[in-house]
Nanobody, 119 residues
Framework: QVQLVESGGGLVQAGGSLRLSCAVSGSIFSINHMGWYRQAPGKQRELVAVITSGGSTNYVDSVKGRFTISRDNAKNTVYLQMNSLKPEDTAVYYC?????????????WGQGTQVTVSS
């Protein structure tokens, strides 16, 4: 069984910073891509940032230059450094990872962590 545990959300003023972490544990053979999604009230979940096993990254246009995704493969952990936060970044942020076990490969999700940016 595979688990993703997120941490680091909270309340911050506009212009501030937060760092999200997501640790993957369980029967892991390998972790392929890892990413962060977010869902604001009344909106669909959207991809914020993704990082491949090789370290290539991609971001949604609205966060480019402000957010940085990174991963520590030794710790099976992915991070999202969020700077210059705006009220429109307010959402529940979800970690996602494509994890291979000895039997199969699936996408797994964290439980979500709330990020609230006040104006």
């Amino acid at each position: 069984q595979v688990q993703l545990v997120e941490s680091g959300g909270g309340l911050v003023q506009a212009g501030g910073s937060l760092r999200l972490s997501c640790a993957v544990s369980g029967s892991i053979f390998s972790i392929n891509h890892m990413g962060w999604y977010r869902q604001a009230p009344g909106k669909q979940r959207e991809l914020v940032a993704v990082i491949t096993s090789g370290g290539s990254t991609n971001y949604v246009d609205s966060v480019k230059g402000r957010f940085t995704i990174s991963r520590d493969n030794a710790k099976n952990t992915v991070y999202l450094q969020m700077n210059s936060l705006k009220p429109e970044d307010t959402a529940v942020y979800y970690c996602n990872a494509r994890v291979a076990t000895l039997i199969s490969e699936h996408d797994y999700w964290g439980q979500g962590t709330q990020v609230t940016v006040s104006s």
